[in-house]
């Protein structure tokens, strides 16, 4: 397409898009049958693995690890110039915690 100046360009484009963003709507509005129906059920919903983790983070283990991360981080924040990272912790609170979150997690699922 020939366009007679940037302006036509972008005024052709704008309303390309319009019309893309409004099909998609449309096209959702029709797969879900209409607006908010599906958003309410879905709010209900809570993934199992969120409580699972927050209860393992009280176990002794992972508040010890995670005592330490905080630690760790608050040192490297107030230093302007390092090269430490909490990597390593950050990791060793994540692996404890996960392997916590994987013996409990297979009696949620069905």
């Given amino acids: 397409r020939h366009y007679r100046?940037?302006?036509h360009a972008q005024i052709f484009l704008?309303?390309?898009l319009r019309k893309v963003?409004?099909?998609g709507l449309e096209d959702e509005l029709m797969l879900t049958g209409g607006p908010g129906?599906?958003?309410e059920e879905e709010e209900d919903v809570v993934d199992p693995i969120t409580n699972i983790r927050d209860q393992c983070e009280q176990i002794e283990t992972c508040v010890k690890l995670r005592e330490i991360?905080?630690?760790c981080t608050e040192r490297v924040s107030s230093r302007s110039q390092?090269?430490?990272?909490?990597?390593?912790?950050?990791f060793d609170f994540l692996h404890a915690r996960d392997h916590c979150?994987?013996?409990?997690i297979f009696s949620k699922l069905k």
């Fill in 101 to 104: 979150v994987a013996e409990k």
């Fill in 82 to 90: 390092t090269e430490e990272t909490c990597t390593e912790e950050l």
């Fill in 37 to 39: 129906e599906d958003e």
């Fill in 21 to 23: 963003g409004t099909m």
């Fill in 5 to 7: 100046s940037v302006e």
């Fill in 14 to 16: 704008s309303g390309s």
């Fill in 69 to 71: 991360l905080d630690t």
